[in-house]
Nanobody, 113 residues
Framework: QVQLVESGGGLVQAGGSLRLSCVGS????????MGWYRQAPGKQRELVAS???????RYADSVKGRFTISRDNAKNTVYLEMNNLKPEDTAVYYC???????WGQGTQVTVSS
């Protein structure tokens, strides 16, 4: 059974940092392009960062320069390093294979002002 489990969220003050982790089970993440998405209450889900199988990264303008997506294939894990967090980053964050609809539970990130 394919599972993607996000973790690392929490409550932080503006300017703080968090590192989110996405661990795959029953699937080898190394062979997929991966993305981190977020959804805030009342807003559409958006792609904030992606990384290809070859390691090419892209970021939404809203997080560029603050977030870094990376992957550790030996650990079957994709990370999202979030720095200089802002209240508008508050959302549930999800990881997903770009080409597959396999949404998990996500992890809550709350940034206080």
């Amino acid at each position: 059974q394919v599972q993607l489990v996000e973790s690392g969220g929490g409550l932080v003050q503006a300017g703080g940092s968090l590192r989110l982790s996405c661990v795959g089970s029953g699937v080898a993440l190394a062979i997929y392009d991966m993305g981190w998405y977020r959804q805030a209450p009342g807003k559409q889900r958006e792609l904030v960062a992606s990384i290809t199988r070859g390691g090419t990264t892209r970021y939404a303008d809203s997080v560029k320069g603050r977030f870094t997506i990376s992957r550790d294939n030996a650990k079957n894990t994709v990370y999202l390093e979030m720095n200089n967090l802002k209240p508008e980053d508050t959302a549930v964050y999800y990881c997903k294979r770009l080409q597959v609809s396999d949404w998990g539970q996500g992890t809550q990130v709350t940034v206080s002002s």
